[in-house]
């Protein structure tokens, strides 16, 4: 993994609850976690295969879309940091990224989890530090596991 910036990062539990339950959407695998390890415009798409939103980068900025192509949220990455908003422009969190570390925050400052990456694997953890799934990258392919080692989600270039 590079150490560019993290862009398309969390966006937390916090957009999730956004989101109609109906749309699939990034930011609903992991807990908006697995867009947190990529970069660049990609396809996601759900633990069944099904197609689950993309993203597209402009600038500094990474704009996230459910299965429907409605505007599911947007990232703004700098060198170590990353500010989450939800669809309707909301703060929603930040993510914080220090060596192979980062640390999660939802909208009110509060540590809402964090993830470690060591080669092309990427370990999420919860709010109290207990396993919450992993990802692995191969290729132009990224999959998502849950903490039962369930795939529910992957991330296509």
């Known amino acids: 993994m590079s150490s560019k910036p993290i862009l398309a990062a969390t966006i937390l539990l ?3 609850g956004s989101l109609h ?9 992991l807990g908006g976690k697995p867009a947190a390890i990529s970069s660049g415009s990609g396809s ?3 633990g069944s295969g099904s197609f689950a939103g993309r993203s ?8 996230l879309y459910d299965s429907k192509g409605g505007f599911a949220g947007r ?3 700098e060198k170590d940091s990353t500010k989450f908003y939800d669809a309707k ?17 939802d909208a009110k400052g509060s540590l809402s989890g964090r993830s470690t990456t060591s080669g092309n694997s990427t370990k999420f953890y919860d709010a109290k ?3 919450a799934g992993r990802s692995e990258t191969s290729g132009g392919t990224t999959k998502f596991y ?3 080692g369930r795939l529910v989600g992957s991330k296509t270039k």
């Open 14 to 16: 916090a957009l999730v």
């Open 21 to 29: 339950a109906a749309d699939k959407s990034p930011n609903q695998i």
């Open 44 to 46: 996601y798409y759900d």
């Open 56 to 63: 597209s980068p402009s600038g500094k900025s990474t704009s």
């Open 75 to 77: 990232v703004e990455a």
């Open 89 to 105: 422009g909301g703060f929603a969190g930040r993510a914080e990224k220090s060596g192979n570390d980062t640390k999660f925050y």
């Open 129 to 131: 530090g207990a396993y």
């Open 146 to 148: 849950d903490a039962t």
